[in-house]
Every structure is written in C-alpha cells, then in structure tokens.
C-alpha cells in the first residue's frame, strides 16, 4: 500500500470508529437530548472523515467521486437544520413551552456555572 | 485491497444501524426521529463506502439522494412532533 492508501484508510476508519461511538451514545443515554447531540455528532466529524478517504480514493469515477463527497457535505450542512428543528420539538414536547425557564434565566444573570 | 476495506467499513457501519434501530423500537416517537435521523445517516456513509469499494458510479447519486432525503423527512417529523398536542 502507498502512503495514500494508508492516509485514505487511517481517515476511513477514524471517521467509522466516530460514528460508531455517536451510535453507541444514542443507544446508551435515555434523554432526548443527549441522543440528538451525539445523532448530530454523527453527522459532522465521521462524513467529513469518510468523505476525505473517499476523495483519496476514489469512487470510481470523477463525478462519482464528487457525488460521494457532496453526499457528506449535506450531511455535515444541513442536518445541524434538522437537528436543531429536533430540538425544539422535543423541548415542546418534554416541557410544553420553547421560551427559556425561570432557572435558565436566574444562571444567566448571576453568571452562574462560568 | 484498500478498496475491500472501504466494504469492511460498510458493513460496520450497516452494525451501527442496530443500536438506532432498538431504539426507533422501544423508545418515544421524538427518540424514534432522532434514531431515524442517524440511521439515515449511517444509510449515506454505507453507500458512500460501496461506492468506493465497488467502484460502482451508480452508488454516488442515491447516497446523496438518501442524505436529503433524509434531512427532508427530518423536518417534516419535527414540523409534525411539534404540533402534537
């Protein structure tokens, strides 16, 4: 194997070990949203990681390569939309109301946790 | 062999599906969407990975198709969760 090979497949697997690690993480909390900040950890850090040995490597042709590689670049532009629009559904649903609670206001002012 | 790797990480990625798919199965609807969502990302890095390791250039255009697809009835979920009473 040539070093790009090596670099292509030392990416590859940094990018599956990431994303496994978010699956396991989903899996493992009970929280709506621990499970919504690591399913959009699995978004950002293992497409671009994938999306970079792709490009190394190389899918088979030109525009595949670039297909594959704007496949990844939805993920990591526009599911943080998705998961964002996630949140506040479930913010609805755990807390009937969006707008900041009483105690989310009291830490801010006090500066509180800084 | 690189390219045979790429179909090793296909198939691991394909096993991460499991732990979203157990919880789309046994937790509330809004844990279901979020698993959904990761599922249907583990979906483009899969056929991003066949693509590579197949050197198939018909993989490339449904992995980006599933990815906005993906996104797409993300939001509508959300849209709808929102609204429940």
């Given amino acids: 194997m040539t070093a790009s090979q090596v670099i292509a497949q ?105 | 062999m690189s390219r045979s790797l790429f179909l090793v990480a296909a198939l691991v990625l394909l096993a991460g599906c499991l732990p979203a798919a157990a919880v789309a199965l046994r937790a509330r609807p809004i844990d279901g969407v979020v698993a959904v969502q990761l599922a249907g990302a583990l979906t483009t890095l899969v056929l991003v990975c066949l693509a590579v390791g197949l050197r198939q250039s018909s993989f490339p255009p449904v992995a980006l198709i599933v990815a906005v697809c993906a996104a797409v009835g993300g939001l509508v979920w959300a849209r709808f969760l929102d609204r429940e009473p």
């Fill in chain 1, 10 to 114: 030392v990416l590859l697997w940094a990018g599956v070990a990431a994303v496994i690690a978010c699956c396991v993480g989903v899996s493992w909390f009970d929280n709506v949203f621990d499970r919504l900040h690591y399913a959009a950890a699995a978004t950002t850090a293992g497409p671009v990681l994938i999306a970079a040995a792709a490009i190394m490597t190389g899918a088979g042709s030109a525009s595949g390569t670039v297909e594959a590689a704007a496949a990844c670049a939805v993920l990591l532009f526009i599911n943080p939309l998705v998961t964002h629009a996630l949140a506040r559904a479930a913010r609805q649903l755990v807390y009937q109301d969006v707008s900041p609670r009483p105690e989310d206001l009291a830490s801010r002012d006090t500066g509180a946790g800084r």
